[in-house]
């Protein structure tokens, strides 16, 4: 289950995809909390977080990062106006995030009509990339309770093509997975920085495919970013390690050691191991362990002791996650941290008058 890894110097890209969900009610997946409980829930995160994450630095300089995958159907204007400001403040970014198929299986057209729209309700607020600096707006992409294209066997999705409907969208990245233990969404595929295999219009085209390696780029987007998942013992007993900080598993330097033995990276390039957690954070249960303490605790070992583990720290967006794994993929060396705004160029960067995408990359059709 894991790969072997260099013993000296490593770089550690380290990302988390926060499904960031206002609306959760703790235990029960359909109820939704009360208008002004969201807007108190976002408006204490998007002050209380980046007073606790200023102070420790990776060696970029950055803070510890999210990535907001909000949820598309439940898009609330003023909720992601004040998510947005919070991103252009403190560096975070914010992805798109999907449930549906809940009741009965969702549709191809619907699927792609709720994530266009929320797409250029963020490409409205200047929130999403561009690849190149060009053409179409990019996001990243992570699929509610894990049910990928239609992975779950017709439950939470019921859409087949759901990856060529990303692909279509302008989706650079799905990072999904993994799932909980033993959820029915899992694939065999772990550990794995990938391309889907085509046709993407088949269920789960995520099961397979062909990694990324340095010498290669990529040419079937979204690529696909996976967490860590092993299987591990604490207190002699077994348990799944799948990238998740939640109240049960905080954060932490055992931890650490799990994430980086699961050797995600880019073939021929072991030195630089990415790692992509994910979390709840307007899941109040889950609090301490991602605003609390356990966060703390683990930011300061995770910084200070970082040289005498023989470690370099990046702290990205999933966004500069991936632009660093395209540069891997084109040979570049050095610093990853340089790499940030490679090839998924910010709204900052964008051309005042963009071509079609089609001169920048070729989206795999079926």
Known sequence: MFRSRPSGRVHLIITLADHFEPATIPGDGRKRAPRDVQEQRVERWCKEYPAMAREWRDNDGYSFQHTYFYPAEQFDAVLVDRLADHCREGGNEIGIHLHHGLDAPDTAENTQRTIESFRNELERRDCLSYLDGIGTARYAFVHGNFALANSSGGLMCGVDSEMQILADTGCYADLTLPAAAFDPAQISKINSLYECALPLIRRAAHAAGRDLEVG???RVFPVMVQGPLSLAFHGGRPRIENG????ANPPSMRRLQLWKRAAVCVKGRPDWLFIKLHCHSMDATHESAILGDGMRSFLIELVEGAGDRNEVLHFCSAREMVNIALAACDGCDGNP?????????????????PASSSNSEAVAKA
Not at 244 to 247: D, I, K, V
């Open 337 to 353: 941290g340089e790499f940030r705004d490679y090839r998924l160029k910010p709204y900052r960067e964008r051309e005042v008058s």
């Open 216 to 218: 290669r780029s990529p």
């Open 244 to 247: 998740a900080l939640t109240r």
